[in-house]
């Protein structure tokens, strides 16, 4: 396949747009390409960070699509939000894992749409996913239904034009009732099973928040994603002394009797990317976090915490 770099990708790096180029469909294929040297910009092998300009030639064979051997199966509790022929938008469960993963074979979201026609990106466990949820956070994150729709929606999300709202309980209180937190995150350098500022891999991540309502020892908060690394609300509100309640890695684990982290993806918001009517969609509280959120307004601290 040979294009031309449009003007507007001037600066962007090769791995990015080569992710959104039809026939890739993912950033993991096209570091998989670029490893390969299998990538011309002008007849030129260059690395994955190699910034363009802007009318280079570009050269690659697309990966071959490799297929899925998932079989469809119901999800408790899975709700449809939003649905059209390009995209759905999903109300996922707590304990719903988003994808087929080491220890996840059956029972993920994935499975559960499998027969929704879920499709885009080259990796035949992940059909359709554009961005993901803990597997014990609840709430709104969108799925694709073609691979134009997911080269699109990603694209969305690396320009940050994928609006992801949470509402999350911490314990404490803010110093400012608004405010955004700016720490490269990464594995930890002595527990690669947690996610830390402390890293010897670190990645760029943003989150913004603001105050909806103040409790006795907790409060309410609205939370943005500007980036998506793994684990970032609840690294990032721990780090400024605001553990999320109920986590169990991060924050207060069993507080207000919660058996999960309080945080819900509750508003997901974009531009449509195949022309229609923009998408702003919400999901309410949950019964569970609807009940910790009761508990913390009138200072009752439910079970003892084990944090």
């Known amino acids: 396949m040979r294009l ?22 993912s950033r993991a294929a096209a570091e998989r390409l670029l490893g390969d040297g299998a990538v011309l910009v002008d007849g030129a092998a260059h690395p994955k960070s190699h910034r363009l300009a802007g009318g280079e030639e570009l050269e690659f064979e697309p990966p071959k699509r490799r297929e899925t051997r998932l079989t469809p ?4 509790g899975l709700r449809v939000a939003y649905e059209d022929e390009h995209l759905l938008v999903v109300d996922k469960p707590a304990g719903v894992v988003v994808h087929p993963s080491a220890g996840h074979a059956r029972g993920t979201l994935v499975h559960g749409l499998l027969a929704q026609a ?36 990603q694209r969305l999300l690396r320009r940050r034009e994928l609006v992801r709202e949470y509402v999350a309980l911490v314990r404490g209180r803010p110093l400012s009732r608004a405010g955004r937190i700016e720490a490269p995150i990464g594995r930890d350098r002595r527990d690669p099973t947690r996610i830390s500022l402390d890293t010897a891999a670190p990645r760029e991540a943003a989150t913004s928040f ?4 103040l ?59 195949l022309g229609a009517a923009d998408v702003d969609v919400s999901s309410p509280l949950p019964a569970d976090l609807a009940r910790a959120l009761d508990m913390a307004r009138t200072g009752d601290a439910g079970r003892s915490d084990r944090s």
Do not use: K, M, N, W
């Open 4 to 25: 031309v770099v449009p003007p507007e990708a001037a600066g962007e790096r090769l791995d990015r747009f080569l992710a959104a180029c039809e026939g890739v469909g």
């Open 73 to 76: 199966e119901p999800v408790a």
């Open 215 to 273: 409790a006795p020892a907790h409060a309410l908060l609205r939370v943005r994603l500007e980036t998506g690394r793994t684990h970032q609300i609840r690294v990032h509100l721990a780090a400024i002394d605001l553990p999320v309640s109920g986590d169990p890695v991060y924050g207060v684990a069993g507080d207000l009797g919660l058996e999960r982290q309080f945080l819900h993806a509750a508003r997901l918001a974009f531009p449509h990317p």
């Open 210 to 213: 603001e105050l909806l309502e």
């Open 118 to 153: 879920i499709e885009g990106g080259d990796e035949p466990e992940r059909p359709g996913i554009v961005h993901r949820l803990d597997r014990d956070t609840s709430g709104l994150l969108v799925v694709a239904r073609s691979d134009e729709a997911h080269r699109r929606l």
